[in-house]
């Protein structure tokens, strides 16, 4: 990646995003995360139940991973939104390598619950991570999973060497500050491939989100994004 560069597919992405209606508007609010409701919410698993999708998107993912210039021997998701996505890119991006051969590349899933018989090895992966390994959230609210997360593999001594969240909603971690700042302070580097401050505006045009509805989201940005939100 080139200091300062966009992601030459980024509006391509931005627009797969708007067209395919993952972006709910909602008069009532609805519990994005236990506790905390939103009048609006992204839904990435409509398009990770979806093959056709599922292909498309995962191709955007090793694309903005080359965009990056992160070299992972290892894509992680996180349990269980992220999980698909982490599969099937690590599939693809196993097989571009030129390196490619049996037991080089794993491909990893994580348990959202340890399980409580079986092999020591299992109890927090079916496959564990191996390797420098990059970490897949579909959707950062906080950041609390996707932190949780990276601080659970840096216990196992995994070698986190970098994240990537689908959609950043811009909101302050559970630390006050943006995502990416809150794992900047753990030396882990964080890439968004799209985020609420550029999407909302738009997609609120799009889904005619009522008046009611873009100040209420105003409101939640002033209260909880890392700046103001224009609707």
């Known amino acids: 990646m080139v200091k300062g560069s966009e992601w030459a597919r980024q509006k391509e992405f931005n627009e797969l995003v708007l067209r395919s209606g993952i972006i709910g508007f909602y008069d009532k609010p609805v519990e994005i995360k236990r506790g905390m409701f939103s009048n609006w919410y992204i839904n990435w698993r409509a ?26 021997r290892c894509i992680y998701g996180v349990p269980d939104g992220a999980t ?3 599969v099937i890119s690590q599939l ?5 390598m030129p390196d490619f051969t049996k037991g080089k590349y794993p491909v990893p899933m994580g348990r959202s619950k340890p399980k409580e018989h079986g092999m020591p090895k299992d109890r927090f992966f079916v496959g564990e991570p191996k390797g420098p390994t990059l970490v897949i959230e579909d959707v950062t609210v906080m950041g609390e999973s996707l932190i949780n997360v990276v601080n659970m593999l840096k216990s196992m001594h995994v070698k986190v060497i970098g994240t ?10 559970v630390y006050g500050k943006s995502v990416k ?7 882990i580097k964080y890439y968004a491939m799209s985020n609420a401050l550029e999407m909302l505006p738009e997609a609120s045009r799009r889904g005619k989100a009522s ?7 105003g409101k939640e940005f ?3 994004g890392i ?3 224009k609707l």
């Open 47 to 72: 398009l990770a139940s979806d093959a056709f999708m599922l292909d498309k998107v995962s191709d955007y993912i090793i694309d903005f991973i080359s965009y990056t210039g992160l070299k992972p």
């Open 181 to 187: 700042d809150t794992l900047a302070s753990m030396g």
């Open 211 to 217: 008046t009611a509805v873009r100040k209420s989201i």
């Open 164 to 173: 990537i969240a689908l959609t950043d909603r811009n909101e302050k971690s």
């Open 222 to 224: 002033d209260q909880l």
């Open 227 to 229: 700046k103001p939100i």
């Open 92 to 96: 693809k991006w196993a097989k571009s």
């Open 84 to 86: 698909k996505w982490a």
